[in-house]
């Protein structure tokens, strides 16, 4: 079982619209967003109208400073024509089985092109994902038909995360993520 504590996020020196780090997640933070929870991202349109979809995994940079997040061109267009125009994007990360949840706020977000290897990250999620929807008697198959990604469908958006908050239910909810 993977250890799913979170411990403070690193503050960097980058300055609010800057696309630097305002922080940087650390190795838990990391490890708990690729460890196969659910990710939603969220955006807005040019009207301010609320946009989301559920993201076919992530990979973080070692140092925490830059997240990608892989969504279906075919289902989510609208997702991603809005985080083109805004440049910003939240993204929630929760383990179904226990409802442990971060959500990240990010800026500086942009369509980038995959890397070797994303599609293997991409299946190792997805396993993890429904492995974990198993353990709640949610048919495995039901994540994977939300979650897959064709490869030809692969969008990849990267983003630096600007802030993050606690989304567990409880006392905690909503509060921000301290160094």
């Known amino acids: 079982m993977v250890n799913r504590a979170v411990s403070p996020i690193k503050r960097g020196s980058g300055k609010p619209g800057s696309g630097e780090p305002l ?93 070797p290897g994303d599609l293997e990250r991409i299946a190792a999620y997805l396993d993890l994902f429904t492995a974990d929807l198993e353990r709640i008697d949610v048919r495995a198959a039901l994540g994977r038909a939300v979650l897959t990604i064709a490869p030809a469908d692969l969008a990849a958006i990267d983003f630096t995360p600007a802030i993050a908050f606690i989304q567990t239910p409880g006392a905690k909810a909503g509060a921000p993520i301290e160094a």
């Open 23 to 115: 922080f940087r997640l650390g190795k838990d933070h990391i490890g708990f967003m690729e460890s196969g929870v659910s990710i939603r991202a969220a955006s807005h349109d040019t009207q301010n109208r609320p946009v989301q979809g559920h993201a076919g995994g992530c990979r973080v940079a070692s140092d925490g400073g830059r997240v990608t997040i892989f969504l279906s061109r075919v289902k989510y267009p609208l997702l991603l024509d809005a985080i083109r125009r805004s440049g910003v994007v939240a993204v929630s990360f929760i383990e179904p089985s226990t409802n442990k949840s971060i959500q990240v706020k990010g800026e500086a977000a942009e369509l980038a092109q995959s890397q």
